[in-house]
């Protein structure tokens, strides 16, 4: 099955912007979700169909999505926000349709 | 709260079929979709396959022939069956929701915390 590119890992210091990017080709031409898994922790949907934030969700998380890169942007990050995330996509053309992203390690420095 | 708890053996050796169970609490199974997915340690995300909670299955391919998927709605509860397992089976065992499957919107709003399921005799 194919797979969506992520960066391995992204430092961040507490107050910054992090931004974690999701590549695949016409990736802007599907929704893309995005979870943030903390160690031992149930993974957490913070942005699906490319920008919308669940309940509770708060607006740090952010995303956008356009040609053949998605983004997961997290303002003003804080020291909880330090996990792994994952991007997400449903495509069609690929067998199962379901492709996930390699994921991105955020460590807040 | 929705909430997801998988559960099983942690050992199982190889050529046995592994059981796992996702308790679902905090709400109704009707409507929704039920999915498994893996992560072997250090690796990426793979989708097992999806149980509506009617009974309509779907399944990856590349698992298709040795993966069984039951729910028991008024249980609250769903499970996987995988047969035949070897080594490459080693990995976290994650259960999860989605409003809508086969279509873009089928984002995972709820997950388990997952378990490792290691096979090795």
């Known amino acids: 099955s194919d797979v969506l590119t992520q960066i391995p890992s992204v430092s961040v210091a507490p107050g910054q912007t992090a931004t974690i990017t999701c590549g695949g080709k016409?990736?802007?031409?599907?929704?893309v979700h995005w979870y943030q898994q903390r160690p031992g922790q149930a993974p957490v949907l913070v942005v699906h169909?490319?920008?919308d934030r669940p309940s509770g969700i708060p607006d740090r998380f952010s995303g956008s999505n356009s040609g053949n890169s998605a983004t997961l942007s997290i303002s003003r990050v804080e020291v909880g926000d330090e996990a792994d995330y994952y991007c997400?996509?449903?495509?069609?053309?690929?067998?199962?349709?379901?492709?996930f992203g390699t994921g991105t390690k955020v460590t807040v420095l | 709260q929705v909430q997801l708890q998988e559960s099983g053996p942690g050992l199982v050796k190889p050529s046995e079929t592994l059981s796992l169970s996702c308790n679902v609490s905090?709400?109704?199974?009707?409507?929704?979709?039920w999915h498994w997915l893996r992560q072997p340690p250090g690796k990426g995300l793979e989708w097992l396959g999806y149980?509506?909670?009617?009974?309509?299955?779907n399944y990856n391919p590349s698992l298709k022939s040795r993966l069984t998927l039951s729910v028991d709605t008024s249980g609250s509860h769903f499970s996987l069956s995988l047969k035949s397992l070897t080594a490459a089976d080693t990995a976290y065992y994650y259960c999860?929701?989605?409003?809508?499957?086969?279509?873009?919107?089928?984002?995972?709003?709820?997950w388990g915390r997952g378990t490792l399921v290691t096979v090795s005799s």
């Open positions: 999860a929701r989605s409003i809508w499957a086969s279509s873009p919107k089928n984002y995972l709003d709820y």
């Open positions: 905090g709400g109704s199974m009707e409507s929704f979709y």
């Open positions: 149980i509506y909670s009617s009974g309509l299955t």
């Open positions: 016409n990736i802007g031409t599907k929704s």
């Open positions: 169909d490319d920008s």
């Open positions: 997400h996509v449903w495509d069609v053309t690929s067998d199962p349709p379901d492709v």
